[in-house]
T-cell receptor, first 112, second 112 residues
Framework: RKEVEQDPGPFNVPEGATVAFNCTYS??????FFWYRQDCRKEPKLLMS???SGNEDGRFTAQLNRASQYISLLIRDSKLSDSATYLC?????????????FGTGTKLQVIP | DGGITQSPKYLFRKEGQNVTLSCEQN?????MYWYRQDPGQGLRLIYY???????QKGDIAEGYSVSREKKESFPLTVTSAQKNPTAFYLC???????????FGPGTRLTVL
């Protein structure tokens, strides 16, 4: 089983739609969780951290379910500019090092 | 402007040649990382460094070498021993104890 798994998509949604991505992780000792956004042929950029109680940033809502070991990202009122690949990132402490594992990403295409 | 720079953006090399990719940051971050990204795959860690003059192998270090002589700089050498060097190489950094990694714009290496 992969350490971090995501549905690769693509998710094709019309403008204004709500879309949700899930990401599962295998290591129950994982400590921190993030969503990054990566545009085509560009570097990943931090979208938001994921907190235990869930958190919201504008149209974006992230949630964590430790019992089931998954995190989710909800995007409301999708914009064309939201088209990108969304990477799930999980961090755990391994010895003295913070091991960071990236998912392969979920591709979102917002259609006019 | 604070940030991470990588150069060059595109690099072409002949098979059998060593090549060095540059990564510089002026964020005063202690930790720096090198990742490789291939189509349809997540980021894979090549090497990381938590402090000057110290670095550790990541998951796919074979065929690569690094140095960390200055806090700001973490160059990666792709040697001729690397069997499949063509990829998108991303450098990242993070502050001491910080969860979040920030990425440079990447170098796209093509070996002909």
């Amino acid at each position: 089983r992969k350490e971090v798994e995501q549905d690769p998509g693509p998710f094709n949604v019309p403008e204004g739609a709500t879309v949700a991505f899930n990401c599962t992780y295998s290591n129950s000792a994982s400590q921190s969780f993030f969503w990054y956004r990566q545009d085509c042929r560009k570097e990943p950029k931090l979208l938001m951290s994921v907190y235990s109680s869930g958190n919201e940033d504008g149209r974006f809502t992230a949630q964590l379910n430790r019992a089931s070991q998954y995190i989710s990202l909800l995007i409301r009122d999708s914009k064309l500019s939201d088209s990108a690949t969304y990477l799930c990132v999980v961090r755990q402490r391994s010895g003295g090092y913070q091991k960071v594992t990236f998912g392969t990403g979920t591709k979102l295409q917002v259609i006019p | 402007d604070g940030g991470i720079t990588q150069s060059p953006k595109y690099l072409f090399r002949k098979e059998g040649q060593n090549v060095t990719l540059s990564c510089e940051q002026n964020l005063n971050h202690d930790a720096m990382y090198w990742y490789r990204q291939d189509p349809g795959q997540g980021l894979r860690l090549i090497y990381y460094s938590q402090i000057v003059n110290d670095f550790q192998k990541g998951d796919i270090a074979e065929g690569y070498s690094v140095s960390r002589e200055k806090k700001e700089s973490f160059p990666l050498t792709v040697t001729s021993a690397q069997k499949n060097p063509t990829a998108f190489y991303l450098c990242a950094s993070s502050g001491q104890g910080a969860d979040t990694q920030y990425f440079g714009p990447g170098t796209r290496l093509t070996v002909l």
